[in-house]
């Protein structure tokens, strides 16, 4: 119930105003490496430095204008560049929301097909987030062009907790594409989704076992610990080294466990998320684990809060 709560409210445009004035001294600095390419960059050379690989998002879904999602494309041309500078082993995701794609199709085509391009110029790799379940099939077509069209450094993303992600598998471990396997962050209906976490889970592990068995490079993206004991069990029972998949986790969630992984041989790449527009990511990171509202809480109640804490700092980062 708490759960659903949250979701709802990462749709509320007056929390979001209430919110947003506080800024990171809610708690978003535990999830967001800041609100500028700066403040992101600091954090990403820490944790390459550490061992650690990682992708990173500018923050941001729906815009409203073709002039929006220009700015958009322009922000991660250069955040493409950035990468590329400072000689980072980072890599971006993106959603095609934040591209046009829900106002107009074709604009979100030409503005990922840009992306894509100038990706591969820079010798990096494009992730395609997945969204509501509104856009999963537009998602997966646009990715299917672009792999058509010869973009081989791009991928995407499914999220065990559809009733299709199955069959959209299929069709992407046919491909070749490069899958991140995910449970789902969004408020989806009992019709479209699972509802109880004992169904995502034996989603997630079926999907898992599919795409260590026959898909490319997967990415294994869960902080769940009975996850991550399915996937290693399942790896070393059918051969599969440990360089043949990567975990994924969310930045300041289970750094020890991070670490751990890393420190055993596993290629561990931390997803990053940076920029101005952290409501609803923040709502989200609640929604999975609303045992995090305590942490927002303690904030609130807190003289010092995040107050003098530099974006992307350890501090207030105790693994959930």
Not at 26 to 45: I, K, N, P, Q
Not at 254 to 266: F, I, K, P, T, Y
Request: net charge positive; charged share 25%.
């Amino acid at each position: 119930m708490l759960k659903q709560t949250i979701l709802a409210a990462a749709e509320s445009p007056r929390l979001q105003r209430v919110v947003q004035r506080h800024g990171m001294r809610l708690g978003a600095a535990r999830f967001v490496a800041g609100e500028t390419l700066d403040d992101a960059v600091v954090v990403l050379r820490r944790l390459n430095e550490s061992g650690l690989r990682a992708n990173t998002t500018l923050l941001g879904e729906g815009v409203g204008s073709e002039a929006e999602t220009r700015a958009v494309v322009d922000s991660y041309t250069t955040i493409l560049d950035r990468i590329a500078a400072e000689r980072l082993r980072v890599n971006v995701a993106l959603k095609l929301t934040h591209l046009g794609l829900s106002f107009d199709e074709e604009l979100a085509r030409v503005n990922i097909g840009e992306l894509v391009a100038h990706a591969a110029d820079r010798g990096n790799f494009v992730r395609l987030d997945m969204e509501r379940s509104n856009h999963t099939d537009l998602t997966l077509d646009i990715f299917e062009t672009l792999w058509n069209l010869g973009y081989r450094q791009a991928g995407v993303v499914i999220q065990s907790y559809l009733r299709r992600s199955a069959a959209d598998l299929e069709r992407m471990i046919a491909l070749g594409a490069r899958v991140r396997l995910v449970k789902g962050a969004y408020k989806e209906s009992r019709s479209v989704a699972f509802q109880q976490k004992t169904e995502v889970d034996a989603s997630y592990i079926d999907l898992m076992k599919r795409l260590l068995s026959a898909g490319t490079y997967p990415a294994i993206a869960t902080h769940d610990p009975a996850m991550i004991a399915a996937t290693r069990t399942f790896a070393e029972q059918h051969g599969i080294p440990k360089t043949g998949y990567e975990f994924q986790m969310l930045y300041g969630i289970r750094r020890d466990l991070q670490m751990q992984l890393a420190s055993e041989g596993h290629p561990i790449r931390v997803y990053v998320p940076f920029g101005r527009e952290w409501f609803p990511y923040f709502m989200r990171r609640l929604g999975e684990r609303p045992a995090n509202v305590g942490f927002v809480l303690k904030n609130l109640r807190s003289d010092r809060g995040d107050r003098g804490v530099r974006p992307g700092s350890d501090r207030g980062q105790t693994p959930v």
